[in-house]
């Protein structure tokens, strides 16, 4: 299967201009510009790394233990897992960074090991399999034929340039920060820069969002995301991609998205709240998700992804 990218609802083939698309939608669903109320929003997506790639040393941890009575670990629970999926398809979402790829510091580093490639080419070959990423497709699937990669909002390619470029601009003084363009959306990183500075980068941000009404900002771990203000995320993503595979039928299809960051909440919802599947959260800190169940560690992952493809195979033999 080949990438693609959806989401245009408009009847015309021509992209509209920047200008025209910096006027203000109606209705505007932006959230409100407050670099203050942002810091706090930093502060709580990007808990400190202290834990993090600890690996299982979590399992030892009595606050990570009692969490994990309520989102239990997908690799304990996977035989109740596969249950629910007996004489189903069961469809894998995959988010891509700090799920198939480590968080590391620097942003580009941050790419899946040759063998967690090999796994999630094996799934998508036994299970229809889609990665569902902010990322743009060059810089992640140069790999993957058979896999379906996931992006809306082309129309918006120019503004999401025009934006990067002024951002790149806005924190070149600030020690560590990195704006990434992900084509349709633009990153900046503060996980390099000292939490002194953070309300700077929240301030230098929103200084350029105030010109693009038509731009929002999302949170993610020790990342700004300026993304186009549409109705869109990554639940309604799933959704997408559940309809437009054939793959809508809840009695038939049993979907599962892995995702570690709070734009992964939407689908964990979406799975949860029509009974239609479930979401795994990656972290190895303990917080609040609308998943089911949880991994520690992108390793965690792939020993999932691992299991599930030799479940398949040994459910086909049968
Ligand atoms: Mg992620």
Not at 13 to 24: A, G, H, R
Not at 186 to 192: A, E, F, G, I, K
Not at 248 to 262: E, N, T
Not at 299 to 308: A, G, Q
Request: charged share 30%; aromatic share 8%; with cysteine.
């Amino acid at each position: 299967m080949g990438s693609y990218a959806n989401g245009s609802t408009r009847a015309d083939d021509d992209p509209p201009s920047v200008e025209k698309l910096k006027e203000p939608a109606i209705p505007l669903k932006t959230m409100p510009l407050h670099a203050n109320a942002w810091l706090n929003d930093m502060k709580i997506s990007s808990p400190t790394a202290i834990r993090v790639n600890i690996g299982n040393n979590v399992a030892f941890d009595p606050i990570y233990r009692a969490w994990t009575k309520k989102y239990p670990s997908a690799l304990n629970a996977f035989e109740k897992i596969v249950a629910y999926g007996k004489g189903k398809k069961i469809a894998l979402f995959l988010d891509y960074d700090g799920t198939l790829s480590p968080i590391v510091d620097e942003p580009d580093h941050a790419v899946m090991s040759d063998q967690m490639r090999e796994v999630v080419r094996s799934a998508a070959l036994h299970l229809p399999t889609a990665i569902i990423s902010g990322r743009s497709c060059d810089k992640v699937f140069d790999f993957n034929k058979e896999m379906k990669i996931f992006q809306a909002a082309s129309e918006f390619l120019p503004m999401i340039d025009e934006v990067f470029r002024l951002l790149v601009d806005k924190v070149r003084g600030i020690d560590g920060a990195k704006v990434e363009n992900n084509k349709f959306c633009v990153s900046v990183h503060y996980r390099n820069v000292n939490e002194k500075d953070w309300p700077l980068v929240a301030r230098c941000t929103d200084d350029v969002l105030k010109a693009y009404p038509r731009l929002r900002l999302c949170h993610g771990r020790k990342v700004l995301e300026v993304r186009p203000v549409i109705d869109w995320n990554k639940g309604k993503a799933v959704e997408f991609l559940l309809d437009s595979l054939g793959l809508a039928d809840s009695d038939k299809v049993l979907p599962i998205y892995i995702g570690d960051d709070r734009t992964d909440e939407d689908a964990f919802k979406v799975l949860r709240e029509d009974k239609r599947g479930f979401g795994i959260l990656v972290s190895s800190v303990p917080k609040e998700s609308h998943a089911l169940y949880s991994l520690v560690d992108p390793p965690e992952v792939m020993d999932f992804l691992k299991r599930l493809v030799k479940w398949k195979e040994e459910e086909e033999e049968t």
